[in-house]
Structure formats: C-alpha cells, structure tokens
C-alpha cells in the first residue's frame, strides 16, 4: 500500500445525505457502506480502529488510485429528513397597550444595508443629517433615506417563530475517507 500524507478518516453530520458529504474536507465520488458491511461480517474477533483504517485505504486504493480531492463514504447511520409541511410553532405576542407608531427617518448606507443615523421628523431633519454625515469626513459612500414606522409605545415583538421538525427527524452521520488537496 502506498503511504498516504493527506490521507483522512473522519465522520461528518448534516440533516441530509448531501448536506453532510458537503461537510468532508474533499468530494466524495462512491459509497462504501456495502462493501464496508461485507467486510465486517468477515471479520472474526474486535474490530479495531486501526483495522477500519486499512480497510478504508485498501477501498481508496481500489477506486480512486489516491487521486487528491476525492474519496469515499460509510453511511453509520441514516438522515431522517423532516417531513412536515411547514415545520415551526407561531405563538402571538399580546401587547399590554395598543401600540403607538412614530415616524422615523432612516438614513442607510447603500452598499452594506448598514444604519448611519435616524431621526424623527420631517424629511427637511433627515436631509439636515444627510448633511451632517458627509460634513464629518468619516462617510464617502452613497446612501439613502428611508421612511419608517417604529414603535413608540406598546410590545415591539408581534409574533415568535419555533423551529420544531418532525418527531423521527434526526440527522444522518457518515464516515468518509479520503486523500485531502495541499
């Protein structure tokens, strides 16, 4: 057998198959679980680390020739995927007080969505700012103004999504092995 350097064994999860395989460190081209499994029954006595490890680079050898980047699975237990239609609970938040809404000017940097300041008022206040934030020097991109309604008084938070997916959905893990790229 040829020593391998970037030779790996390890196991990855994910809620499904591809999702998983995604995870290895190199691409994943055959599915040894069978041939794992033959294996294993063949196997007389405790089946050790070091004994998988052989037998994930014997494979290897056979089917990719150690080609760097590729490599192989062993599905050790299968993804359940979800299979609710719309998986997640909304519970209504009730405000103690009506909500009251307040006119708020934004103004927002165009290339990240991030806020450069606000203010309440007319459009004229929002223009002074505008102003205000290029005079400084700190600012030289482009950004906008926009006009939105905060709450001023009453429970901000309307509603609350839960993730919650099926009773028997749980994720798969896999064993691959491989040779990684430099």
């Known amino acids: 057998m040829t020593q391998m350097t970037n030779f790996r064994v390890l196991e990855v999860t994910g809620a499904t198959k591809s999702e998983a395989l995604d995870n290895a460190p190199f691409k994943t081209v055959y599915d040894a679980t069978q041939a794992f499994k033959n294996w294993k029954k063949k196997q007389t006595g405790a089946i050790t680390d070091s004994a998988?490890?052989?037998?994930?680079?014997?494979?290897?050898?056979?089917?990719t020739k150690f080609v760097e980047g590729l490599g192989c699975y062993i599905t050790v237990e299968a993804a359940v995927s979800n299979t609710k239609v719309t998986p997640c609970k909304i519970t209504n938040v009730k405000s103690e007080k009506p909500?009251?809404?307040?006119?708020?000017h934004m103004i927002v940097d165009d290339e990240t969505g991030n806020i450069l300041g606000q203010v309440e008022g007319k459009k004229t206040d929002a223009s002074k700012l505008m102003k205000e934030i290029y005079e400084t020097g700190?600012?030289?991109?482009?950004c906008k103004c926009k006009r939105v309604k905060q709450v001023s008084e009453g429970e901000e938070t309307e509603l609350i999504g839960t993730y919650c997916p099926s009773k028997s959905a749980k994720p798969g893990v896999y064993k691959v092995f491989g040779v990684e790229r430099d």
Not at 52 to 63: G, H, I, M, N, P
């Open 52 to 63: 998988v490890k052989q037998f994930c680079a014997e494979y290897l050898a056979k089917k």
């Open 99 to 104: 909500r009251k809404f307040k006119t708020v």
């Open 138 to 142: 700190e600012y030289k991109g482009n």
